[in-house]
């Protein structure tokens, strides 16, 4: 688990902003979520026959000896919050979430157990216009910051029936050529072999690439559905790749899944990932209910924009008030407040200091200007501004005026 510092913490926050400001522009509206959930969500959402469940979770019992479990991941607690808050009978539901998850990775660079997510999901929503929609939003935020190392990728799971199908032409295959499975996929044969088609092991793929592919085997109306959405991505000029042996890691997705995948960060990887889970929330209990999002690691997703060339806007204050000699203290305070009244960032020299040591403090401040407050200029009523990005001189400027002059030059 890692420390995010002030030196990288502004890139954090400017693009939460963007994404944030993106998705609401779409409609869809903040749900703030619990870290901790009863650990049987997971189990029964996600798939005990997963690397997350069986050797990711951070779970342990509760005083009541109820088994609790750090969110892996935000979709089953967003659904969770659904259901129990009786916002998907008859509803639909455009939400979006973020912060942060754990499991209990692997070190190594990029790979936190405390990592960071932004969630966005659309409940109620059967046709393929709103699988657009979400991809056609995901690419809006690579437009918008200049992301351009970046491709999509996506692919139709089908129904359950349909999937049914596959996963049986899958056993036969891979029990064809069993002697080539790794110990992962053996164990996952039996239980969930299309997670087999999810192996990073580089000895496998050559297997996974002559397995049976799931187009093959879609049912009509997950056809239709991925011919519209194909069609909407088109009309919409987002580029994309078929990839037929995408799946998502998790039990609960079907037909629509999708990849936006980049090499700019060393070995191709997601950075943005979702699809379908439109059987979660009857597995959960809840009336069947249509539903799609898709999440990305805040993390990868401010490695990315930094390998691009990306920088945050600063987010230094605008000037640096200083105070010299006897009873200009005070006046420089109720100074520094009047300014920040009028909408400017304002940092004040703490502490005493001669005018060279104030000035150092001032340039390091990375403000743009200077105020400089004397007992001369306060006897006068004006104060001094000096320009700390220019090599124009120090003027004296009414303090009744300096305001309306600071935004002024501000907005040249």
């Known amino acids: 688990m890692n420390d995010i510092l002030p030196e990288v913490s502004g890139t954090w926050r400017y693009l939460e902003s963007v994404v944030r400001d993106i998705v ?21 959402s996600i798939g005990e026959v997963t690397d997350i469940v069986e050797k990711e979770m951070y779970t342990f019992l509760d005083r009541n000896g109820e088994s609790l479990t750090l969110r892996p991941e935000a979709t089953a607690s967003v659904v969770r919050a659904g259901m129990t808050n009786g916002l ?35 409940l109620g929503y059967d046709g393929p216009d709103v699988d657009a929609e979400l ?4 690419a809006r935020m690579w437009r918008q910051l200049g992301i351009s190392r970046i491709k999509l990728e ?3 799971l089908g129904a359950p029936e349909s999937r049914a199908r596959y996963r049986e032409a899958l056993v036969d295959y891979f029990n064809s050529v069993k002697s080539e499975l790794d ?3 053996m164990r996952r044969l039996g239980q969930n072999p299309l997670r087999i088609l999810d192996s990073k092991n580089p000895d496998m793929q050559s297997v996974v690439e002559a397995a049976p592919v799931m187009l093959e085997y879609l049912d009509d109306a997950s056809a239709e559905h991925f011919a519209g959405l194909k ?4 009309a919409a000029g987002i580029e994309y790749t078929v990839n037929p042996r995408l799946v998502r890691g998790l039990d609960y997705y079907s037909r629509t899944v999708f990849e936006w995948v980049t090499d700019a960060l060393g070995s191709q990887g997601a950075v943005c990932s979702g699809g379908r889970y439109d059987g979660l929330v009857e597995k959960l209990g809840g009336r069947a209910t249509p539903a799609i999002g898709w999440a990305m690691g805040i993390e990868r997703f401010v490695a990315l924009f930094e390998a691009c060339g990306g920088k945050a806007p600063p987010s230094n204050a605008d000037v640096y008030v200083a105070a010299l000699g006897e009873g200009t203290r005070e006046r420089a305070f109720a100074l520094a407040e009047e300014l920040r009244d009028a909408g400017l960032g304002v940092e004040m020299n703490l502490g005493a200091g001669s005018f060279k040591s104030q000035m150092k403090r001032a340039d390091k ?5 200077a105020l400089i407050l004397g007992e001369q200029e306060l006897a006068d009523g004006r104060i001094g501004l000096k320009p700390l990005r220019s090599n124009e001189g120090q003027e004296s ?10 935004k002024d030059r501000l907005n040249q």
């Open 154 to 156: 996506i692919n139709s």
């Open 88 to 122: 998907l009978h008859n509803q639909r539901q455009k939400l979006w979430t973020s912060g942060p998850m754990f499991r209990y990775e692997k070190p190594q660079k990029g790979r936190y157990r405390q990592f960071y997510q932004f969630d966005v999901e659309a």
């Open 365 to 369: 401040s990375n403000a743009g200007y």
């Open 135 to 138: 991809i056609i939003m995901s």
């Open 231 to 234: 069609r909407l991505l088109d």
């Open 183 to 185: 110990e992962d996929s």
């Open 24 to 44: 609401q522009s779409y409609g869809y509206e903040e749900i703030r979520l619990p870290l901790l959930e009863y650990t049987e969500l997971f189990q029964r």
């Open 397 to 406: 400027v009414p303090l009744e005026e300096i305001a309306a002059t600071l």
